[in-house]
């Protein structure tokens, strides 16, 4: 008996590309060492996922999955400070700096947060017109930890 598998293109295809930046932060409430003002060189594994490919064979180009999201990510975060919009206290100490670069999230800037940051915030605005969605954002924050949101996507944006 020979075992098919159902002809035609896979329903779901998906891509990723790495990219990276440096950023400070602290988190608020941590019991240890995390609440001081401190950072990392931040690695993001973006997957992106769509049902339809153009004639070259593509769901999007590499390159312009790049653009996208390097672009924001240097323009917002890289070599800025990441902070919890409570965070008064490093709010206003940050605010001394002359010049500085801070970004407020509406949560402590863990790598959880961040990475829920760019797939709810960032991740549908800059794809709004490609045809593809953010799957799966990882965010590394060191090479051996990293947090990972994911969200479920079915054929034809159900
Ligand atoms: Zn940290």
Redesign the pocket.
């Known amino acids: 008996m020979i075992l098919t598998a159902s002809s035609g293109p896979p329903e779901l295809l998906s891509l990723v590309r790495q990219l990276s930046f440096c950023a400070g932060?602290?988190?608020l409430g941590h019991e240890g060492k995390?609440a001081f003002f401190?950072?990392?060189n931040y690695r993001v594994d973006l997957e992106v996922t769509g049902s339809t490919v153009d004639s070259v064979g593509r769901i999007i180009d590499f390159s312009a999955l790049k653009g996208l999201f390097q672009g924001w990510l240097d323009e917002h975060w890289d070599h800025g400070f990441l902070l919890y919009e409570r965070d008064d206290n490093a709010l206003a100490a940050i605010r001394q700096i002359v010049p500085t670069k801070y970004f407020v999230l509406p949560y402590n800037?863990?790598?959880e947060n961040m990475a829920r940051y760019l797939l709810d915030k960032v991740a549908p605005e800059l794809l709004a017109d490609t045809g593809v969605v953010a799957s799966c954002i990882t965010v590394w924050?060191t090479d051996h930890s990293c947090a990972v949101a994911r969200r479920i996507v079915s054929p034809k944006g159900g």
């Open positions: 932060h602290r988190l995390c401190h950072g990392h800037p863990t790598a924050e």
